[in-house]
Every structure is written in C-alpha cells, then in structure tokens.
Nanobody, 122 residues
C-alpha cells in the first residue's frame, strides 16, 4: 500500500502559476496527476515513469504544465503555468504500475491521494 499526500493548491488569477507536490510513502514505477472539475468526470492531466524517461500530457495542458519527479524526496510535482479558468478543479495524485493505457491517462492507478483544490479566477 502506497500513501500519497498532495499539497500546493490554492487560488490564483488567470495567467498565474502554481506548483503541486505529491509525497509518496513508497516506490511505484508510474505516477500521474488527474483532475475533476465541478460537474465533470475525472480526467488525466499528466503522467510519468518514475525514472523520468517517459511523460505524457493531456492536449489541454501541453506547453503549460510540466510533470516531474524527485526520487530522492519521493515527490511528484506538477508545475502549472499560464493557468486558465477551465483549469479549476480538484487535482489528484495517483501512482502504481505502468499498466496498459497509462499513457492515455486513463484513471486506473490503484493508489490515490486525497486531492488539492486549484481555483483559477478569470
């Protein structure tokens, strides 16, 4: 069992930046960030193999968000720049095996954090 604890959410104006962090209690080969906005289904944002060799991004965040991992700190990051109103959501960290389809950002990781809220005002 791996526990995940997110932090770094908050309120920001459109065009601003935030960095989310997720501390993991154990090792997993793949990790990702997902989000769920009001009245919306959970969607994948970005995912990474924890050796850093492969990353995937949703089209809606490409060029604005960067996923990274610091193995020494067992921490996953999501740097979010040029935030838009539509980025408003609860953001979740997830982790587990590099299951088939993880690159398509399907929400099939077995371990999930409790979420951190990101609110972008226009």
């Amino acid at each position: 069992q791996v526990q995940l604890v997110e932090s770094g959410g908050g309120s920001v104006q459109a065009g601003g930046s935030l960095r989310l962090s997720c501390v993991a209690s154990g090792y997993t080969p793949c990790m990702g960030w997902f989000r769920q906005g009001p009245g919306k289904e959970r969607e994948g944002v970005a995912a990474i193999r924890t050796d850093g060799s492969i990353t995937y991004y949703a089209d809606s965040v490409k060029g604005r968000f960067t996923i990274s991992r610091d193995s020494a700190k067992s921490t996953l990051y999501l740097q979010m720049n040029s935030l838009k109103y539509e980025d408003t959501a609860m953001y979740y960290c997830a982790a587990g095996p590099c299951y088939p389809g993880w690159g398509r950002l399907s929400p099939s990781f077995p371990y999930w954090g409790q979420g951190t809220q990101v609110t972008v005002s226009s």
